[in-house]
């Protein structure tokens, strides 16, 4: 029996149980699918194309080590899988299980083709109620090692592709970052190693500094979200640190371990997110393209909201604090519509996971009746966030040779319209104020009536790595 290896995600070679398990059931086809409906509408863009092709690529060379290649189709899973079964008869597909392949699980019982979906972590792990629990159980699991040889089918029909350069000439929106993290298996193992040697000691020190941040994060979240590196591997790797590190540096692995529990939390277990109705979904602001452009394109005249903006287009990745402060600003200032800024944002960010970005927006909405609704003000976190104006006048330069006192207020200067920046787009303390007085409306026409009880950080499960 034939067997595909679909890869959705999970693009490595190293604790990939699809390749284990399929590679000793005989010929073995690794296969992606570029799907129409899946590229051409959402938020995925073209640097998220470009770290997909790059990953697919680094994966192919690994393959080519023992035999086997990556190929790739282009149309939607059930035609893919149709020309499949017409040239092979049968075969068995190999592949994780994902909830939004339900319906396709039904066409492939009704074509009576064999479905195969491993389970690479034991059930027991996602039982776990605490981290303590959660790691002792990791700290007894091995990673699944590669195949040692992988047989290919003997006939593979012309429309597969052995390369993605069709699939870079495939029209998608955005444009490919300059300067963003490379995708890719071994990409993914450097950025760890140098992290869990090096980076790791000054990793706290980095999550209150947006400057530091992008030196002193891990850097893994863009690789675990498309599966360049498992969240297991990751966990195994800082454990194997752990008994020949300092006191110090102890902290700063459990402090990174609490990012990969929460992460486990939201995207492996799929912990569910409260979801809360917008009941301001009729006050929400219908901006003009050109408007909304102006914003996303770093010119708000808000410094933080621009720099972080700015940062966001240059790198595709921003430390958590500053990505609670734009989808702040825009859903709960601006009164933008959120699923138009998740859709934005998410199409901006290298390391985009729906499950944390479902998250990340239902924890940051300021509604009615929400025991936690938070309106920041972007001056006023600005300040706190990067109180020297080092990240702002790294992003947006004209307003680099500010006194301190101005950087993060540059209408306050007074030689202010010789500086070349924008106007605010808002006067954020008016639209702060108008916006509790609008959710205190609702909630008194309401009769809500708040708990005294304030949401800890420690129970935010949004997060960055």
């Not at 040239?87 to 195969?116: A, M």
């Not at 300040?383 to 209408?411: C, M, S």
């Amino acid at each position: 029996m034939m067997n595909i290896v679909w890869l959705r995600k999970d693009l490595r070679l190293t604790d990939n149980l699809l390749f284990a398990m399929a590679s000793k059931r005989g010929e073995t086809l690794p296969l992606y699918i570029i799907e129409p409906s899946v590229w051409g509408s959402g938020p995925l863009s073209a640097r998220h194309c470009s770290f997909l092709i790059e990953s697919l690529d680094d994966l192919s060379l690994k393959l080519e080590e023992i035999g086997g290649r990556m190929f790739v189709a282009i149309g939607e899973a059930e035609e893919v899988f149709q020309l499949l079964l017409d040239t092979y008869g049968s075969y068995t597909v190999w592949l994780y299980n994902d909830s939004k392949l339900h319906h396709l699980f039904e066409w492939f019982k009704e074509k009576q083709i064999d479905i195969k979906i491993p389970i690479s972590v034991p059930g027991e792990l996602y039982k776990a109620t605490s981290k303590k629990g959660w790691i002792s159980i990791i700290g007894t699991l091995t990673e699944h090692a590669p195949p040692e040889k992988l047989y290919l089918p003997q006939e593979i029909p012309d429309w597969l592709l052995e390369s993605t350069a069709r699939f870079r000439s495939f029209p998608i929106k955005g444009e490919p970052l300059r300067f963003g993290q490379s995708g890719g298996e071994t990409n993914a193992f450097e950025t760890l190693n140098s992290f869990i040697d090096e980076r790791i000691r000054k990793y706290s020190e980095g999550k209150s500094n947006p400057l530091k941040a992008s030196l002193y994060s891990s850097g893994l979240s863009a690789y675990l979200s498309w599966g360049n590196v498992s969240l297991k591997t990751v966990v195994l790797r800082t454990l194997e640190a752990l008994p020949a590190a300092t006191e110090s540096e102890v902290k700063e692995y459990q402090f990174f371990l609490d990012k990969l529990y929460k992460r486990f939390l939201l995207v492996e277990k799929e912990t569910s997110v409260v979801q809360f109705e917008d009941t301001l979904l009729k006050e929400r602001r219908k901006l003009d393209q050109a408007t909304l452009n102006k914003i996303f394109d770093g010119k708000a005249g808000i410094p933080i909201i621009d720099a972080s903006m700015l940062c966001l287009m240059k790198s595709g990745w921003l430390p958590e604090g500053l990505r609670r402060l734009l989808v702040s600003f825009l859903c709960n200032t601006l009164l933008l519509e959120p699923q138009i800024v998740k859709e934005k944002l998410a199409g901006l960010m290298l390391d985009y996971e729906p499950a944390i970005y479902d998250s990340l927006f239902q924890d940051c909405l300021a509604l009615p009746g929400k025991v936690k609704a938070k309106i920041l003000d972007p001056v006023r976190e600005g300040k706190k966030i990067d109180p020297e104006g080092q990240f702002i006048a790294r992003y947006v330069p004209q307003l680099g040779n500010l006194p301190t006192r101005y950087i993060h207020e540059p209408w306050q200067y007074p030689g202010f319209y010789t500086i070349g920046y924008n106007v605010p787009i808002v006067d954020c303390n008016k639209a702060s104020r108008k916006m509790k007085s609008l959710i205190f409306e609702i909630e008194k026409a309401a009769g809500v009536v708040k708990p005294n009880k304030m949401v800890n950080d420690s129970e935010q499960l949004t997060l960055d790595i």
